[in-house]
């Protein structure tokens, strides 16, 4: 079993690194069009935060290279998501975003790295604590493509709904969650059995919407039914 749970641990390494790569595709259609149009900043936000702190996890914890390591990547991955993402933000988001990447990927990381040295005197405690903030973050990052479905059911329309994103987030719940079960690890289940379940929701709405028509905005009707795009 034992040898089984580190394949599957392989697996989801590597699962983990197309999760951090599937936003290639549509940061490429933002550079090319010069413009984030209707995409979301958060998932990108969500998932910087997560790794950066999964990447502490892995340092401070014995034994758990491989994570800081994989995350350590996915850290790297996401900032230049997001740096891609306020170089080419609207002025009228631009504030808003930038306040959000400091709260969730500057302040928070320094007050819970600095907060869990300071609360705790061992190292065991610590590592502890770490693991479950970033539990929470978990279930946070593999929610966060939600974000996106009220401009999904307002225009009808997947164009906006990163797919790859949430197709790779769900295998990764899925592979982590038999990780999981495994090697009995209830902290480890609880996030990743969500990501499976949030994953399956996300892929359900695009498959719903994949071929509605999809509605536009027109500057003197308002929203108006417009021919399927192709996604």
């Not at 197309?18 to 413009?35: A, D, H, N």
């Not at 080419?88 to 907060?115: E, M, Q």
């Not at 164009?159 to 209830?186: E, K, R, T």
């Not at 949030?198 to 009707?221: C, F, S, W």
Request: hydrophobic share 50%; charged share 10%.
């Amino acid at each position: 079993m034992a040898d089984l749970s580190f394949y599957v641990g392989v697996i989801g390494n590597v699962i983990s690194v197309l999760v951090f790569l599937s936003p290639v595709e549509t940061f490429w259609k933002i550079v090319k069009g010069r413009s984030t149009k209707e995409y979301e900043c958060l998932p990108y936000i969500c998932t910087l935060m997560s790794s950066s702190l999964w990447t502490y996890y892995g340092i401070v914890t014995p034994g758990e290279y491989l994570v800081s390591t994989v995350n350590g990547f996915g850290a790297l991955a996401e900032s230049i998501y997001v740096l891609i993402f306020l170089f080419f933000v609207p002025k009228s988001r631009f504030l808003k975003t930038i306040l959000v990447v400091l709260a969730l990927n500057v302040c928070f990381p320094v007050i819970a790295t600095l907060g869990t040295r300071t609360a705790f005197g061992d190292a065991n405690s610590r590592s502890n604590s770490m693991g479950f903030i970033c539990a929470t973050l978990n279930i946070i990052m593999y929610g966060s493509p939600l974000s996106v479905i009220k401009t999904v059911v307002t225009t009808r329309s997947v164009q906006f709904m990163p797919f790859w994103l949430s197709f790779f987030l769900f295998l990764n719940g899925a592979i982590w969650g038999v990780y999981a079960l495994l090697l009995h690890d209830i902290f480890l289940l609880v996030p990743n059995g969500m990501g499976f379940l949030l994953g399956t929701m996300q892929l359900l709405i695009y498959a719903y919407y994949r071929n509605a028509k999809p509605i536009v905005e027109d500057h003197e009707e308002g929203l108006i039914p417009s021919q399927p795009l192709l996604s």
